[in-house]
């Protein structure tokens, strides 16, 4: 793919550019047909919004400063700040409603969580469970833990979920 920056030029370019931004982050083993899904609309909004597609290296420092865990990822920012996270390969609706949401500066439907709030649920929910473990082993405070723990993670399952629903649907 074309145009591939560097993370820390992808980070310099997000604070100085005037557009809304996508930030499609993939590895080269990526669904085909996704990749084309992406640089169609890259290039049908390319007056409208920035595109910064990146190849993930190993180790890749992007990884960590955007809290990617799935592949392919695409990042929305507006005026510099994220709105919106969509990962794992997706519907052409999807896709094209994320777009259309960036442009119009909506904000997301559904939950995103920060890196800081979900390494806060994750945080709260170990000291819940250390506490149910600590008071003669009380199930109900550990599994509290647990579930805040999952809670943590339930956007990233989200992508997963689509992902499998749609390969599904395909069949």
Request: glycine share 6%; aromatic share 10%.
């Amino acid at each position: 793919m074309a145009g591939l920056i560097e993370n820390i030029k992808i980070m310099d370019a997000l604070k100085q550019t005037h557009l809304p931004a996508v930030v499609y982050i993939f590895i080269s083993e990526n669904n085909p047909e996704f990749d084309l899904l992406i640089r169609r609309f890259a290039e049908k909004f390319k007056d409208r919004v920035a595109f910064f597609p990146h190849l993930v290296t190993d180790p890749d420092p992007i990884l960590r400063e955007m809290f990617v865990l799935e592949f392919p990822t695409l990042i929305l920012f507006n005026q510099g700040r994220e709105i919106a996270r969509l990962a794992g390969s997706q519907p052409e609706d999807v896709v094209e409603g994320l777009y259309k949401m960036v442009l119009m500066d909506q904000k997301p439907i559904g939950l995103h969580l920060t890196p800081f709030d979900r390494l806060v649920r994750l945080m709260v929910g170990a000291a819940i469970m250390v506490l149910g473990y600590a008071e003669e082993q009380s199930w109900i405070l550990m599994s509290l833990g647990l579930l805040v723990i999952l809670l943590a993670f339930l956007d990233r399952f989200n992508g997963a979920y689509r992902t499998l629903v749609h390969k599904f649907k395909k069949s």
